[in-house]
């Protein structure tokens, strides 16, 4: 495994994930609202019974409000396992890997805010900082990649 390319991907999913999950909580809400009891139509009393086909719907609508509700429960922990990495890495690590990653700026922008002339140091300093992380993130395997 090539741990810089995957500490580069999950930094660079971030932000990503947070939208994701934005859009789960909305599909968990409308999974909830359909289900929702609604004003009884007419009622056919020469059935006895439910008919087959509500009752699978129903099935079908709690399998798929379950599986959101996982998803989203992942979804949100793997972002906060990727921030609890970041708040580990020293602050100017964790500066370029915000900025970099996360709040997209350019290289520019990044190195007048790091008060580097080069965008070379930039990337130095990128390429430290994502060396860590991935020590952070994945263990001692990263270590020996990086």
Do not use: C
């Amino acid at each position: 495994m090539n741990y810089f390319k995957e500490a580069e991907r999950v930094l660079s999913s971030k932000t990503t994930l947070k939208k994701a999950v934005e859009n789960l909580k909305r599909r968990q809400e409308r999974l909830i609202n359909s289900g929702a009891p609604r004003e009884p139509g007419a009622i056919d009393y020469s059935k006895p019974y439910t008919d087959a086909h509500s009752v699978n719907d129903t099935l079908n609508q709690l399998l798929e409000l379950s599986e959101v509700s996982k998803e989203l429960a992942e979804t949100e922990n793997f972002i906060t396992e990727i921030e609890r990495v970041i708040e580990q890495l020293p602050k100017e690590f964790k500066n370029i890997v915000v900025w970099w990653y996360i709040e997209r700026k350019t290289k520019e922008e990044i190195a007048e805010l790091l008060y580097v002339e080069s965008v070379t140091t930039v990337y130095d300093i990128r390429n430290k900082a994502i060396a860590q992380f991935a020590i952070l993130y994945f263990g001692a395997g990263a270590l020996l990649s990086t």
